[in-house]
């Protein structure tokens, strides 16, 4: 790992650049790789989405195992055991933000798991490319705003209800795709914000 991380220093910095160039080059080590790949999604929702899904994330099982004495509590819900399942999909709030952003989404039994998420965006054949995008933007989106959730809980003692992670997330996918305004269908997206 030391040299990786060396390998994105250029100079006596790190070069964001660097790690995001190896990121997207870095041979597929499942079908998930594909769908954070797509050029529609923000980079720093992929790099953070990718190490969601391979759970390199510094929750606080992790941090405990690195021999970091925390006392092991979700942030999010106060509840379970922080871990990455935990953390995006068995928590009470974070599971309510799935439930809303996968209905709105037009995905609504796809289960909580990342990487069964990821893997099937799209492979149901009946959505056309804009809607896979919206799905993988949102999907990117989503695990983003619950670690920038997760960390503003813990970092700055501020709280969001689930209803304004949610709108977040809904504002973060229609910004980023105003890139499809030309297209007929991207007013679809528009309209359902408010749903």
Request: charged share 15%; aromatic share 12%; glycine share 6%.
């Amino acid at each position: 790992m030391s040299l990786l991380l060396e390998s994105w220093a250029g100079g006596p910095k790190f070069s964001l650049g660097l790690a995001y160039g190896y990121l997207r080059n870095v041979s597929a080590v499942g079908d998930w790789t594909r769908s954070l790949m797509h050029n529609r999604i923000m980079p720093t929702h992929r790099i953070i989405c990718s190490f969601a899904v391979q759970q390199h994330l510094a929750t606080i099982d992790k941090l405990q195992t690195r021999g970091i004495p925390l006392a092991n509590r979700c942030s999010l819900c106060q509840n379970g055991l922080e871990s990455h399942d935990h953390l995006f999909f068995n928590c009470d709030y974070s599971a309510a933000v799935w439930d809303r952003l996968l209905q709105w989404i037009g995905y609504p039994n796809l289960g909580y798991n990342l990487i069964t998420i990821l893997e099937n965006s799209g492979a149901t054949g009946k959505h056309c490319r804009w809607e896979h995008a919206w799905f993988q933007v949102t999907v990117a989106a989503a695990v983003y705003q619950l670690w920038g959730e997760h960390n503003a809980r813990i970092f700055s003692n501020r709280h969001s209800s689930i209803d304004a992670c949610v709108h977040q997330v809904k504002y973060l996918v229609c910004v980023w795709m105003f890139m499809w305004k030309t297209h007929k269908s991207y007013m679809c997206i528009v309209d359902r914000l408010s749903t």
